[in-house]
């Protein structure tokens, strides 16, 4: 699920494996010149889920924190 939060995208999702949900986020700025979306974060692994939601709830959470901590 793609977002736009402050000068940020996040790409929040989920990995199905082994009955289990991974959450992960990805999170884009954008550069003022080109305009195109640059990866500035890679959350990894966050953490394993019963439900897809949930995960992908988790890894949101996560990106936004990130972005709060990151922001200028």
Do not use: P
Request: charge should be negative; include cysteine.
């Amino acid at each position: 699920m793609g977002f736009d939060y402050k000068q940020f995208h996040i790409e929040a999702s989920s990995l199905a494996e082994g009955g289990h949900f991974y959450a992960r986020a990805k999170i884009y700025r954008r550069e003022s010149a080109s305009g195109d979306a640059v990866e500035v974060k890679y959350s990894g692994d966050l953490g394993d889920y019963h439900f897809d939601t949930d995960a992908i709830e988790a890894a949101q959470r996560w990106a936004i924190q990130w972005c709060d901590a990151n922001s200028v």
